[in-house]
T-cell receptor, first 112, second 112 residues
Framework: NAGVMQNPRHLVRRRGQEARLRCSPMKGHSHVYWYRQLPEEGLKFMVYLQKENIIDESGMPKERFSAEFPKEGPSILRIQQVVRGDSAAYFC??????????FGQGTRLTVV | DQQVKQNSPSLSVQEGRISILNCDYTNSMFDYFLWYKKYPAEGPTFLISISSIKDKNEDGRFTVFLNKSAKHLSLHIVPSQPGDSAVYFCAASENQGGKLIFGQGTELSVKP
């Protein structure tokens, strides 16, 4: 029973490029969450999605960031025109019900 | 505003002794609390949780205590083992689910 799968594990982008981070939730889980961890900080909530719906995006930056969880396929966190300040570890979590989220290994984004 | 606070960035404990990690929160709407353990370059691993209707939950060597009047929770690890060395995050949510609000983390070091 595979856990939450994130890819890639490491991603390097030049300033101005786009970054696409993928998350496949645990089998049967329909709730997906994205969190960001900046260096020396805790995890910060970004967005909460269910299939084809954004439930809570209160933690998403207003510009350049978007997320989706299509009916088929993984959830995608997309960052357009990346800047150095976007360098962080991005974690995806999934849950069957609303509590007890299980996390993936994360994607470490480095913007050069 | 930091709704969940872990005021001790680090803790060092001798193997076999008790480790006590503390967490304070400000939002009285939080009703579900979780502890996660995190190793470098890995995702957080769920350890133990507690609902606001309880004041204690125990799972093996791990016990979480909740003091609602003080808005304080703690994680006790007894006995501590070197393999417990990691960063521990407490997290809280409203309405038994949805997004998690994380503390900044406490790095536990258990010395042999």
């Amino acid at each position: 029973n595979a856990g939450v799968m994130q890819n890639p594990r490491h991603l390097v982008r030049r300033r101005g490029q786009e970054a696409r981070l993928r998350c496949s939730p645990m089998k049967g889980h329909s709730h997906v969450y994205w969190y960001r961890q900046l260096p020396e900080e805790g995890l910060k909530f970004m967005v909460y999605l269910q299939k084809e719906n954004i439930i809570d995006e209160s933690g998403m930056p207003k510009e350049r960031f978007s997320a989706e969880f299509p009916k088929e396929g993984p959830s995608i966190l997309r960052i357009q025109q990346v800047v150095r300040g976007d360098s962080a570890a991005y974690f995806c979590a999934s849950s069957l019900l609303q509590a007890g989220a299980f996390f993936g290994q994360g994607t470490r984004l480095t913007v050069v | 505003d930091q709704q969940v606070k872990q005021n001790s960035p680090s803790l060092s404990v001798q193997e076999g002794r008790i480790s006590i990690l503390n967490c304070d929160y400000t939002n009285s709407m939080f009703d579900y609390f979780l502890w996660y353990k995190k190793y470098p370059a890995e995702g957080p691993t769920f350890l133990i949780s507690i609902s606001s209707i309880k004041d204690k939950n125990e799972d093996g060597r791990f016990t979480v205590f909740l003091n609602k009047s003080a808005k304080h929770l703690s994680l006790h690890i007894v006995p501590s083992q070197p393999g417990d060395s990691a960063v521990y995050f407490c997290a809280a949510s409203e309405n038994q689910g949805g997004k998690l609000i994380f503390g900044q983390g406490t790095e536990l070091s258990v010395k042999p």
